[in-house]
């Protein structure tokens, strides 16, 4: 999107006058695409969360997320202008390369439990983003998360986890770190496939 740009704390920030009518812009938009199956909605802490309005079979694709941008970690600009690096919106597809992804992909939350996962067999969608598939039967009111360090070799931006899952690992480091656990939880499936090559 044209007049984005990152910001403090790798966060995306907008220079349009109204970064929050933009948000909001995005998020309507976002839950009228997927009416009746999902929606991003704040939380009663005031963040953004992604719900299920209607139910998912194990292995049915819940977000075909589109891409908005990517950066070699190495890169923060280019010729026509700011890109993102490795931030909190970001998801990581290769050793050296980070994606943006639109909404409601982008406001995925972890969990060391989660119900969805990335579609492991393959790096990218036909829209150049990932896709991430129910891991379990998801029902109705759920909130729809994400394990992070399925895709992240290494988190650095935060690393205490708040998840609340009855096996959470407490803390969140990355595939590098936790490589072992998420192969074991895992067994091989629905981890991003560069980390698998490594």
């Known amino acids: 999107m044209s007049g984005d740009t990152v910001g403090r704390g790798g966060r995306l920030f907008s220079t349009h006058d109204n970064p ?3 948000i909001l812009e995005e998020v309507r938009g976002s839950n009228d695409r997927y009416l009746g199956k999902i929606e991003l909605r704040k939380g009663d802490d005031s963040e953004w969360r992604l719900f299920s309005t209607g139910s998912f079979p194990k292995g049915a694709t819940v977000i075909s997320s589109r891409l908005m941008n990517e950066s070699p970690q190495s ?3 280019s010729p026509s202008g700011p890109k993102p690096s490795p931030c909190a919106y970001s998801i990581q ?3 050296d390369k980070h994606i ?3 909404l409601p992909a982008r406001f995925l939350n972890h969990s060391c439990d989660p119900n969805v996962g990335v579609r492991g067999e393959e790096t ?3 829209w150049g ?3 991430f598939v129910a891991l379990k039967d998801i029902g109705v009111g759920e909130e729809i998360r994400y394990d992070y360090e399925t895709s992240e070799y290494e988190i650095s ?3 205490k986890c708040s998840c609340g899952a009855s096996d959470c690992r407490g803390h969140i480091k990355g595939f590098k770190s936790n490589g072992g656990v998420i192969l074991a939880k895992y067994g091989g499936k629905n981890i ?3 980390l698998l090559r490594s």
Request: aromatic share 8%; glycine share 4%.
């Open 100 to 102: 943006l992804l639109d």
């Open 124 to 126: 990218l969608n036909e």
């Open 192 to 194: 991003a496939p560069y």
């Open 157 to 159: 931006g935060f690393s």
């Open 20 to 22: 929050d009518e933009e």
């Open 75 to 77: 890169t923060t600009s």
């Open 93 to 95: 597809i290769d050793s």
């Open 129 to 131: 983003a990932v896709d």
